[in-house]
């Protein structure tokens, strides 16, 4: 069965400003100093599924740049622009129709484009044995991370040994899902740990388009309605208006909680290639070396007994002086400051420069 | 007798970057909010002396935007080029000469540019007095600020009691200096403070013209011996040649070091009217009100859980998470991020920058 990629790049990413903005969203950040996070996405799965089968779902105010920014990598008519954003059910959903519609099935493998893969053969090996086993066994696939540190902003995938384990038509072994869990305190994170049947959720999944669209039709009968008379239009010129109308009405649910917790035949595959999910901006220190005194620097800086700091300057120099774990950040107009344990609360800021009308900043 | 103002104006105010750079010094900068130092300076002196009796001391390199920045209330013949910086002995034996052969003689009050003054008609009051003292007691006068803390930033001033006390014509008494101190350590600024016996050196000086010539004579012949060539150019064609190539062959060395700590013949004039000696950028925070947080803010900004910080932008916005007792400055294309406690080490970051052959950001 022949296999898509289908590139989820519809967020905002709020906690990254001042570098994300409105107009030009995480997912469009060169953050690696290679390229832009999107395009490094492509690339990643280009090896399983080839260039010419990606698609990417983004927003409709996302699109255009989103066109010019891939670029030489994407055709435009695979970029499939949601006029509201709703969740990553009507996401995935939307691009499943579509494959249906137009390629009567096919295998999705679907990522977020904004996580960091280290070591992109090891991520190829993983993700072909992905789709294999959504070929082989038609069920749900995810991909575990295997946990490296009792991580708190991760979600968890406890799978089940012994009866646990299926065989595919391959004879290859399967490990299913027993549940997946939210982001643990430090307590229960180091329990997952120990314990050795917990992987972290990459939010990584394989499937079939047909597959994962009798699952709407079974546990989202709301979205799969929605879907059903988008799929209708799909081909026909009214394809544009209907989109226009229904969308903006399919109900906002994530992926994870509309089908994945609710469905006992997903088996996960076991992942272990240097991946990060970067959520906030203290994952930018994962994507460059620390210095001698652990500061990573992004920019021109001079720095007197600083330790510990991220420090990312666009086009200003920044000095620092006895300053230890804190994020400076600095992009066209704004500049941020933030102690490296508040990075979710950047989000904090966007709001309060929303509510302040500072839109310029946004 | 005839009275001037001479505000010394040659410094650099590394301590101040990144606000002060090598085109704009921190006496050109605007910090109150009103206007720029220098011109505050000339306000405050104008009161004891006339607008039109106020020299200005400066370096070659400076004087032509000091020229700009004070017109409409110096004349620009009065701001005096040195060709070269050559501390304060220089500054003020030139300025002395000038006044000497244009004006026969006159009482110089001589100020730096870069000081905060709260109550400027206690200052006039102040300076008032002082000039009084000089005239009458033909003796070197100097202001010195009622401490209000243990200040270890400042040097200070121990006047006598008992027969420390001298009575001028007018009837009026005068405490005579028994020694000028270094800045001290902490332990010894709480036993200044206690004993009652120390004031803050304000840098301020107030003599005849003719009176500190003498003492350069008696004490830095070297200098008074350039000084006197340089006086003999005065008026004539060769005046700017003369200055050219006598004035970097000053020695260099300190009023305070030269001359004060090396005379018996010092009063010093009690002052209490809300100074501060602008040093360093923690002294951003004596300008302006702090906020509930005890936050300073210039410019925009937006923060949480930021406390006791300095946040000073001149064109960016600047946001803030949790970080405290911290100075963020940001000017032109360059940022600041320093613990308010190692203010002055800002000097080396200047230091850096030159070292690294960053010219632009000087």
Known sequence: M????????????????????????????NLSGKDIMVNETIDRIASSVGKENIFIVTNET???????ETAGRMAPERILAEPAARNTAACIGYAAMEIVKKYEDG?????????????????????????????????????????TFPATGYGYICTESGDGVMVGESGKQYRKVKEFVEKPDEETAKDYLASGNYAWNSGMFIWKASTILKKFEELLPDIYECLTRIGEAMGTPQEADVIQKIYPEIPKISIDYGIMERSRDVIMIAGDFGWNDIGSLDMLSIMKPADENGNVVYGEQVNIDTMNCILYGTDKMIATIGIR??????????????????????KKIVDMLAEKGLESFL
């Not at 996302?62 to 010019?68: F, G, H, R, V, Y």
Request: glycine share 6%; net charge negative.
């Open 2 to 29: 022949k296999t898509y990629g289908v590139i989820m790049a519809g967020g905002g990413g709020t906690r990254f400003w001042p570098l994300s903005r409105k107009e030009r969203p995480k997912q469009l950040l």
């Open 62 to 68: 996302q699109a255009k740049l989103m066109k010019t």
């Open 107 to 147: 295998i999705m493998c679907i990522l977020p484009s904004d996580q960091f893969v280290k070591d992109t053969e090891e991520f190829t090996r993983v993700m072909d044995a992905a789709i294999t086993a959504a070929e082989e066994t038609d069920m749900l696939v995810t991909i575990g991370i295997e946990p």
């Open 325 to 346: 774990d804190v994020i400076v950040v600095q992009e066209k107009d704004a500049i941020l400051i933030c102690d490296k344990n508040r990075a979710q609360d950047v």
